[in-house]
């Protein structure tokens, strides 16, 4: 498949994820200011002040010094705004840390906060807001906030936190306020030190990291006299005294909302008080486990059985707007079927009668069974215990966050205050179930696509056509739930029987607001009563976790190749030259344990064995550390010291001189490239049949008891046509579904699984202890097998038709809203215009139409017949472990066969790329969403087959050209919150991948000032020192080079080389030796044969989304919203054509 950072076509709401950059140092700073803190006149200051905020400062006064800064040194950097409190920060090579806490501390001494920066900071906010004004859940959390029952005066929760250009400029203007004066008034009030807390994680002495911060941000504003203030004294909040946010006019009251997307989600809303303190007991924690259970006895397995619901969640949210220091929120939100929709009340009422279960045990003496809290408990220890190391930018703010103003969290708890259960509190967990958990003190939202779209209501929405008011509140004054809202009735809620919505005047969302009746509140207080459910209910209490892991030994490594302090370590070693002795840097990449002999890597790739002259059991890390160490080799012929010992997690690298002579502030220098692994640290194969192929590699790094297992079936239908496409992705939640309450339960005991649909077939992934990691695999290989040779055309057993209907409901629906934001909707466009073997989400729609149990059987049967598989055991597994699996896939294959139903790999299917001709072609696709105001556009630049020089050359001109692209169309011109420039890995094909989305600027804008950039960016090119070039060539090697953070990064790793059948274990390594030998003559060529817009010959691809509205959608094609997909498909289908399907053909 694609390395490609976009939504898959049905996955569209899934982040990007990046894996595996460097082991940095990192900086974050929290700042005890957020959106709460908004003036009431100028919302969305907070937010607005993290976007200026970054624009230059008086030591730093260019506005994108910072960026730049990142940019060229491989480093990244971030902020965001929460409700009571804002982050920023950064993560950069270690040897570029001083430089980028220097430029850092300066946003905290003395911004600049420019008015000529103002104007186009409100732009990107504006952007920022686009991209989200049709999002769902964005906008419920601003409808909770605009019909909670309190004024701007009464909470600060009913504010605007996002922020847009009306509520931070043309509102305020028009109410006679200075958007600037008081941006620059409300950080003079809320950005002094002790309101301020900073992490700093970087691979230096403490006391050098002490004196960096100390020299950086020393000049700090106080308002605390000196000694007067510590940084673990806790400040007191001045939102606790807000108490609760929904006021009672905004309770037992159910919201009907018509959302963007089509869907049916059912929300039940409690507020209770601040949980921050209870961070040893977390009650709510305990409550979301035991409401928010999946398994057999759980409320969803009941709302399951009678088709009511797909999937539920419970629990107090991370973000500020349900947890802060006034309040917090519990909330349940049920996946909905359209027949659960419909028992809406019903649904409500199984809730209470599972919490009146619980408030019966909480009565009963000793509580809720103590073992349940227990079993959580030793999870929590051990889930904490074991855990990965956090990339540094993750940790720093993680641990900023802890370290909040407003948190009492004591020094000694920072790192494990959140992960970690600390005493039972049943007591606490008894007055939440009895004085909150209550229908009087719920709202519920109920958002479904059965009460219509919310573009069926556009007509309504006066949001930016109205006149504006001259007061800010007037604009944005709070709903009434008690005035507005619709008569009790027992009817099910149809829109038109009720009239026109209510329209939430910032996101637009249309809803109607309907009291309880008192017979219905009646019936759930009375399920919410402390008893037992009824016998001919399903509820009950969970049962014993039986994935609970109680082994956590550590496999042992083989003899020849074991573990030594010494290992991965850079030295020097004495050796005799002629009558002189001379030192040698090395490094030691293996030890064997029988002969107690090292093996050391020297630094012109010779390698050479030495006997240890005293035993492994003597050389004690102590020792190793003191800076007076020197050790002796092959009977004290040979004397060693220490230059550098490997971190925890670090592979062999080579450093050499002494210490003393690394100049920490240097960078420049390309960094040392790593010897080559032995063979036997590197993936083998434990198995090679056409049935199975096997690889194992032990960990030796990371040293946890911990495992991964993924798992490829390659089927030889796959994809053929998009009937196989729709019933392969259907499959998967089929079995997905069946398998929630055994997945569920270990999911609870940290271990993970997955199943999905790629252009191959199916993989699997299992991941997590390995004490249990095989039991979970075993039934999810099991259960996804009967589907195998099944010719009764009906389902396997432990299969039904009621759940098979279900899963093709949401499938559908998931259809439908595939592509609704432009970007998702270019993206898939792209990949599928590159790719002939990928299907729309419509015509896989129109696939279905018709599909009974019969036709879904026999089709998937027939896509399992012949299966050739590929699998990847990593972690804390041995030969023998590796041996186990292979036995377990063989009998699971074997049983579910019949005949021959293996697949040699000259028949596994393929995806070819489509090879673009030598010209630039566009795509003109219009958005489906009859809402979207965003545009998007992408580029694609193919450059060709893969090779080593290639790939590193285009991973180094993007590294180059990212920051300047993104300052000068994001930053300067601001065409859109989103700019992005990135390489392209696609089934073998290099490619050069450009995007902007924007809600202000046409696709022909967009294109035009691309085109513009990329001829400009050719001078900067050629001007470029060799400083700066050396400086990016040094970057990009420094984050091909970095360690992995984790088991799971390596082995994704190793995954993408066997998926993409290339096998180089040790690509990075490789890509550096190339990279050094680039020069910047070469990169200049290399551009002008792949990007730039002056060579007519380049192989370029121009995929438009065309906004449906605002100034983006001028130039739209005239396309009926209905017929849109049609139309994005025939673009598709045409450039196939154009391009007479001609391919690169198989390249691995």
Known sequence: GENDGS???????????????????????????????????????????????????????????????????????????????????????????????????????????????VERELKAIESEFMLAKNTDSSRLQQLVAYTCGRSFDQHPASKFGWGNY?????????????????????????????????????????????QQVIKCFSDVRSKDPPGSYSWDQRNESPMKSYGLPVAESGLKKIFYIAPVRDRHLLSVTWQIPPQVDNWKAKPCDYL?????????????????????????????????????????????????????VEHWREVVAE????????????????????????????????????ADEEPPEDFVVDLAEEMSPWFNTPPEHLLDASGLLFDADPETVRNLLDNYFKPCNARLDLSSSLFGRSSDYEEIDTTHSQSIPTNLVDYYKNFDPDKSSLPPSDNFFHPTKVGPPHIEPIFGTPFWCQRFNESLLETWTNCAEPQLPPSSSMLSLPQRNEFVPTDFSLKALPQADCDHPLLNCSIKLQIPVGKRKEWFPATVTQYNGTKNQILCAYEDEDEKWHRMDVPNSELKHDQLTSPDFEGSLDSKKIKYRIVSLALEGQKASLKFGDESDWDVEDGKTFPAIPPKASPDRLPKLVVNTNELKLWHVQDRVFKRPIAELRLQLNCAEANKTVLLSACSDILVNLVCDNLTEVAYMASVCEIGSSLCTNDGGLAMRVHGFNDKLMNLFAIMLETLLKFRNNDTNELPEGFSEQRFDLVLENYRRSCHNSGMRAKALASGIRIRSICQGGFSARKKCEAIENIDVSTFVTTVSNLLSKIGAEGLHTGNVDVSDANRVKGTIHALLKKSCVGNCGLSRKKYPSNFVLKLPPKSIELACVAKNPTESNSAVELYLQVGKDNTRDRVMVDLLVEIMYEPIYNQIRTKDQFGYHVACDSRWTNGVIGIHISVVSAIKTVKEIKDRIERFLIEFRQTLADMTDETFMGHMV????????????????????????????????????????????????????????????NSKIRLLIVQAVASEGPASIGRPDVKFEEAEKHNDTCVDSFHAFCKHQTFGKIY
């Open 1035 to 1094: 970057g990009l090697a420094k984050e091909k080079l970095n360690m992995f953070n984790s088991l799971s990064e390596e082995t994704s790793s190793l995954w993408d080389e066997i998926r993409d059948s290339r096998y180089l274990w040790e690509s990075n390594r490789e890509e550096v030796i190339c990279l050094k030998t680039i020069t910047k003559e070469e990169t200049f060529k290399a551009y002008d044969k792949w990007i730039s817009p002056e």
């Open 166 to 210: 009306h509520s931070l400029k043309t509102l305020p203007e028009k109410d006679g306020h200075e958007p600037l004066k008081m941006l620059r008034s409300f950080y003079d009030k809320h950005h002094y030190a002790s309101n301020m807390r900073l992490v700093v994680v970087g691979g230096y002495p403490l006391d050098y990291l002490q």
């Open 7 to 117: 939504s898959s076509d049905i996955d569209e709401e899934g982040e990007e994820e990046e894996i595996g950059g460097l082991r940095n140092a990192a900086a974050a700073m929290i700042v005890g200011v957020g959106s709460l803190y908004d003036p009431k006149e100028c919302q969305g200051m907070a937010h607005f002040l993290e976007h200026l905020l970054f624009m230059g400062s008086e030591k730093y006064p260019e506005e994108n010094c910072y960026d730049a800064y990142m940019s060229k040194n491989g480093g990244r950097d971030n902020a965001y705004t929460e409700n009571e409190h804002t982050v920023y920060h950064f993560e950069i090579p270690q040897e570029q840390l001083s430089g980028a806490l220097d430029l850092f501390a300066q946003f905290f001494v003395s911004p600049l906060l420019k008015e000529s920066s």
């Open 288 to 340: 979301a486990h035991l409401i928010g259970h999946e398994a057999k006895g759980s409320l969803l397995a009941l709302l399951k059985s009678k088709s009511w619901a797909s999937g539920l969640c419970a629990g107090v949210g991370d973000d500020g707007s349900e947890n802060s220091t006034a309040y917090a929120l519990f909330t349940v939100s049920i996946n909905l079927s359209e027949e659960g």
């Open 351 to 386: 809730l209470y009668r599972y919490v009146g279960m619980l408030r019966h045990f909480c009565r009963e003496e000793g509580g809720l069974p103590i073992w349940i809290y227990e079993e959580l408990r030793s999870i929590y220890e051990v889930a904490h215990r074991y």
